[in-house]
């Protein structure tokens, strides 16, 4: 007996862990075990010996349980300390900021101007990329010979041989949706188109797909005071200054009399925009009062309607505003880029809660 408990007790405080304890429990106490296999031969034995024995048996048996149950919640113990030494998590540390997926700027950025002409009543009109000569040029007032045709670098879709008529475009701006927002509404009307373009040009400020967004308000006395009105708006809002100074620059476009570039005050310090400050002035849009023969084309009566219309450029925005200097960058789609220059995905701009944060 002195034989069995050094040898269980031995091996119990020395188990590993607990399916070891639980082989020992079976050898030693289990049915077939050798303790109570020996109280089993209890049996054959004389009464004297029986009293002996017996309750010498039932000791270990009960000093081999508490053994087992000590050791096991030692174990136990352990394994609640390494767990709670491996699995700690410091909740001081900042939360990730790097996500999944990111916005393109120029996603961001026609989120942030759609957002501001929506305050101030405009709508989101669209058209066809592939655009048909006639809207892109004719509705403008730009006719077949009209120089414009070759200075904007068109690319034309092909026609099936035979076919005389002409070919479709990939629109060169997106001053066509004005004709088919016309066509489709009437006036008055306020609408912006934010969308693609496409020039066959290729540098660091020019690639042969870019964007562009469109601005058309039309009622009986809207005037050149009202366009400017509109574009301070529009820029204080989108470079989230106080205060910005535009120049109107006298212009030609076929499709607006007068017509007016508009530059922005800006100054560029080691490479830094600043808005609304400092000796440079920075093209930023295109913009007049629409020719009467461009509302006709909308089958609008100049007579009775009059307006504004404009055309930014969406690309040279994000670039402007956060300093993204090369365009082509814009649509190689290197994830090193995008990772730099994107925006969270869940950060939908708000003129309340701000438009980038
Ligand atoms: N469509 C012109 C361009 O792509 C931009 C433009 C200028 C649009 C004057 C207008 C406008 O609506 O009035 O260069």
Partial sequence: MDDLR???LAAIADAADESALEDLRLRAVGKKGEVSLKMRELGKM?????????PKLNALKDEINSALAARKAVLADAALDERLRTEWLDVTLPSRTRRQGSVHPVSQVTEEVTTIF???????????????????????????????RTEMDTFYMARAE?????????????????????????????????GRVYRADYDQTHTPM???????????DISMANLKWCLEEFCRAFFEVDSVELRFRASHFPFTEPSAEVDLRCSWQ??????????????????????????????????????????IGIDRLAMLKYG??????????????????????????????????
Avoid: C
């Fill in 210 to 220: 870019f964007h562009q967004v469109e601005g058309l308000a039309l009622d009986r």
């Fill in 118 to 148: 929506a305050d101030m009543g405009f709508a989101v009109a669209e058209g066809p990329q592939v655009e048909s000569d006639w809207y892109n040029f004719d509705a403008l007032n730009i006719p077949a010979e009209h120089p414009t």
């Fill in 162 to 194: 035979g076919d005389d008529r002409p070919p479709h475009v990939l629109r060169t701006h997106t001053s066509p949706v004005q004709i088919r927002a016309m066509q489709a509404q009437g006036a008055p009307i306020r609408v912006i188109a934010p």
């Fill in 324 to 357: 993204i200097p090369d365009l082509r960058a814009f649509f190689d789609s290197d994830l090193r880029w995008l990772r730099h220059y994107g925006f969270a995905a869940l950060d939908v701009p708000t003129l309340a809660g701000g438009l980038s944060r």
């Fill in 46 to 54: 004389t009464p004297e010996e029986r009293q002996q024995v017996g």
């Fill in 6 to 8: 050094g040898k269980y």
């Fill in 270 to 311: 080691g490479g830094q925009l600043k808005v609304g400050e400092g000796d440079d002035w920075m093209e930023i849009l295109g913009s007049g009062m629409v020719h009467p023969r461009v509302l006709r084309a909308g089958n609008i009566d100049p007579d009775e309607w009059q307006g504004f219309a404009f055309g």
